[in-house]
């Protein structure tokens, strides 16, 4: 058996960040004295004058990129999740979400999985804050050719856009010829009749794997991964719903706020349904390994199984 290969989305974020400043002079990447934790480094190595290092003022370079939108350019502002969506939140929604501005915000090093750095740096709160920002994208990428994906697209559409990314290498899932990435459109890797799991970002493999010990136990999951949170795709999410009458959703990411709720949003007001959010509940994080703190918080494949069981009986 093959090993399966992983790399973490912010290694695609650096690597699709050079694919595109190739093709486009009007790319322009900044930085908050992070570049090499945010890979934006290869970046700069390639393109020095399209590189700018803000220093540790992640606010101030919300503002550098607002301006440079208004002058045409397409910046993609890139730091830590805990600073682009906690620290310079304000300068977000002030400078570049009420203007509506073509910037798009790479932020890498979300969720738990930072792992020892600890509560302070592992941010489950941005999907919460970025979605509250009136016409912000958010997209959420489960591997590396996903995020790459999201990269091009989020350079294409013009307004702002969130990019999470991870410091884990995760699982290379959507290696396959038919694979397609469209904004707002999610995507169902797995048929089921029994129960919906919903995931995004790293926790996407893990459903996958979740569904695996499910089918061993007679259960027939669904899985669909959202990449894309805002806009969320509400025709898939009712279909899916209206088809199995269960839904499980999964993330790294507190469970007020983010990916739950957004389906819960859609459901409780369109077609109301049994759902169970996966995620961090209401509590901060702690240093330790990422993959143990993954288990600790019971967003790996083996507790999701074991909480979508209990979900079914």
Same mark, same amino acid.
């Given at each position: 058996?093959?090993?399966?290969k992983?790399?973490?989305?912010?290694e695609?974020?650096?690597?699709?960040?050079?694919?595109?400043?190739?093709?486009?002079?009007?790319?322009?990447?900044?930085?908050?004295?992070l570049?090499?934790?945010?890979?934006?480094?290869?970046?700069?190595?390639?393109?020095?004058?399209?590189? %700018?290092?803000? &220093?540790?003022?992640? @606010?101030?370079?919300?503002?550098? #990129?607002?301006? !440079?939108? +208004?002058? $045409?350019?397409?910046?993609?502002?890139?730091?830590?999740?805990?600073?682009?969506?906690?620290?310079?939140?304000?300068?977000?929604?002030?400078?570049?979400?009420?203007?509506?501005?073509?910037?798009?915000?790479?932020?890498?090093?979300?969720?738990?999985?930072?792992?020892?750095?600890?509560?302070?740096?592992?941010?489950?709160?941005?999907?919460?804050l970025?979605?509250?920002?009136?016409?912000?994208?958010?997209?959420?990428?489960?591997?590396?050719?996903?995020?790459?994906a999201?990269?091009?697209?989020?350079y294409?559409?013009?307004?702002?856009?969130?990019?999470?990314?991870?410091?884990?290498?995760?699982?290379?899932?959507?290696?396959?010829?038919?694979?397609?990435?469209?904004?707002?459109?999610?995507?169902?890797?797995?048929?089921?009749?029994?129960?919906?799991? %919903?995931?995004? &970002?790293?926790?996407? @493999?893990?459903?996958?794997?979740? #569904?695996?010990? !499910?089918? +061993?136990? $007679?259960?027939?999951?669904?899985?669909?991964?959202?990449?894309?949170?805002?806009?969320?795709?509400?025709?898939?999410?009712?279909?899916?719903?209206?088809?199995?009458?269960?839904?499980?959703?999964?993330?790294?990411?507190?469970?007020?706020?983010?990916?739950?709720?957004?389906?819960?949003?859609?459901?409780?007001?369109?077609?109301?349904?049994?759902?169970?959010?996966?995620?961090?509940?209401?509590?901060?994080?702690?240093?330790?390994?990422?993959?143990?703190?993954?288990?600790?918080?019971?967003?790996?494949?083996?507790?999701?199984?074991?909480?979508?069981?209990?979900?079914?009986?």
């Amino acid at each position: 058996m093959s090993e399966i290969k992983t790399i973490a989305t912010r290694e695609s974020y650096g690597n699709a960040l050079v694919e595109l400043g190739r093709e486009h002079d009007d790319l322009i990447v900044l930085d908050a004295d992070l570049a090499g934790a945010t890979k934006t480094a290869t970046f700069k190595k390639e393109f020095p004058q399209r590189h %700018i290092d803000c &220093g540790i003022a992640e @606010s101030n370079m919300m503002g550098i #990129a607002a301006g !440079l939108a +208004a002058c $045409g350019k397409v910046p993609f502002a890139s730091t830590f999740a805990m600073f682009a969506a906690g620290r310079a939140y304000e300068q977000v929604r002030n400078s570049i979400g009420y203007p509506h501005l073509n910037v798009k915000i790479g932020a890498t090093h979300a969720g738990i999985s930072v792992g020892e750095d600890g509560a302070t740096h592992q941010c489950n709160e941005d999907i919460a804050l970025m979605r509250t920002i009136p016409g912000m994208t958010v997209i959420c990428p489960s591997d590396d050719i996903e995020a790459r994906a999201a990269v091009r697209a989020a350079y294409e559409y013009v307004g702002p856009v969130y990019l999470r990314f991870g410091r884990l290498a995760v699982p290379v899932i959507n290696d396959r010829p038919d694979y397609k990435f469209e904004m707002g459109k999610g995507i169902t890797l797995r048929d089921g009749k029994d129960v919906t799991i %919903i995931a995004t &970002g790293l926790c996407v @493999s893990e459903a996958l794997t979740a #569904a695996d010990m !499910l089918k +061993a136990d $007679g259960i027939d999951a669904q899985v669909i991964n959202i990449h894309t949170i805002k806009p969320l795709d509400e025709e898939l999410v009712l279909a899916a719903a209206a088809k199995t009458g269960r839904v499980v959703t999964c993330e790294e990411h507190s469970v007020i706020g983010g990916l739950g709720s957004a389906v819960c949003d859609v459901l409780s007001e369109k077609l109301p349904t049994r759902v169970m959010k996966i995620g961090i509940n209401d509590t901060f994080g702690e240093s330790g390994p990422a993959k143990e703190l993954i288990v600790k918080y019971g967003i790996d494949g083996a507790s999701i199984a074991a909480k979508v069981k209990a979900f079914m009986a």
